[in-house]
């Protein structure tokens, strides 16, 4: 093999492993985030009130930032892995479908999915409903995070709640 085209593989062959690093990073985050570092309603009822819970000196807001950061550096990743591929790709897909206008018409349904799917949130509102028992005017938060008619616990009381967010 050329010296270039060694070096193109070890390339890839780091980002693979990095991208492997990142995704397992992604997935523990997550998991740390919903099971562990539980929202204020849930944690109000497996601790006592007051507490505040923690892991290696960060919240759960802290690890949400760190799981998005390492959730956009993986996605950049992902891109640069794809270019790289990117003309192995272009044959496999020859190869596989010979008619062009198959191939165009496969791409571009590919591309727009992709573009829907990653940045179609941009362009959406939420779908705002009062919730019951509190007439429609405040939306409240535990600890700022999750809303108290997403508690699944039923014992949580509105004593618990710490932060009243309006809903505008
Ligand atoms: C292997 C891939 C991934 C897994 C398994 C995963 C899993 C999770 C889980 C379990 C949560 C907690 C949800 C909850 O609060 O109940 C979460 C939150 C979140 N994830 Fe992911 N995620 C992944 C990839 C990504 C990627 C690629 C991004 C963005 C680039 C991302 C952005 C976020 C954000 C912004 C949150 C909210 C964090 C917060 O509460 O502050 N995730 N994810």
């Known amino acids: 093999m050329k010296t270039k085209e060694v070096d193109k593989s070890i390339l890839n062959l780091v980002i693979d492993g990095v991208l492997l690093i990142l995704l397992a990073a992604m997935s523990g985050i997550g998991g740390l985030i919903k099971f562990i570092l539980v929202p204020g309603c849930v944690r109000n009822q497996m601790y006592s009130n007051h507490v505040k819970l923690s892991f ?37 897909f020859r190869k596989w479908i010979d008619n062009k206008v198959w191939r165009v018409i496969i791409a571009s349904f590919v591309a727009i999915v992709t573009v829907v799917l990653l940045l179609g949130f941009l362009l959406v509102h939420p779908k705002v409903v009062p919730l019951n028992g509190n007439h429609g005017r405040v939306s409240i938060r535990v600890n700022g995070d999750t809303p108290y008619s997403e508690c699944s616990l039923s014992t949580v009381k509105p004593t618990d709640l710490l932060i009243q967010t309006p809903v505008f």
């Open 56 to 92: 290696m000196g960060l919240d759960r807001q802290d690890w949400g930032r760190i799981h998005l950061l390492i959730g956009i550096i993986f996605i950049v990743l992902m891109v640069v892995h794809i270019v790289l591929h990117w003309r192995m790709l272009g044959c496999l």
